[in-house]
């Protein structure tokens, strides 16, 4: 059975899933005749992060630490968020001023990774 304070991150896990499964099918399919080269390459860098993260977050709302690991869990979603929602704004064209945005999802994501280094390095 799932703690409750685990199941938003599982729901949040899987509907990032999804949604990254999708984005990717549609860069792949529905964007590949729209888009140059770079913007492609940018759309693929986003999908990438975003499913490797939403992965992430499954294991941690999978594991036996899932209350620990919340945070970690909010921080991947708000990478997520940030850093691929960036890019795929700026991969269909958007401001550049969300370039800077970008970063932020980064160190979200992050420190995400150095949350779970501290509860795998914490003693008792």
Request: proline share 3%; net charge positive.
């Amino acid at each position: 059975m799932i703690d409750e304070r685990a199941r938003t991150l599982l729901l949040a896990a899987a509907l990032l899933g999804a949604s990254g499964v999708a984005l990717g099918a549609f860069g792949a399919h529905g964007l590949r005749a729209r888009l140059d080269a770079r913007a492609l390459e940018i759309w693929e860098t986003a999908v990438r992060y975003h499913l490797l993260h939403a992965a992430a977050l499954l294991a941690l709302a999978l594991s036996p630490h899932a209350v620990q690991l919340r945070g970690a869990g909010w921080l991947f979603v708000a990478g997520i968020a940030l850093f691929s929602g960036s890019l795929y704004a700026l991969a269909l064209g958007g401001p550049r001023l969300l370039g800077p945005v970008t970063p932020l999802g980064g160190l979200a994501l992050l420190a995400g990774w150095l949350w779970v280094a501290k509860l795998a390095l914490a003693r008792g």
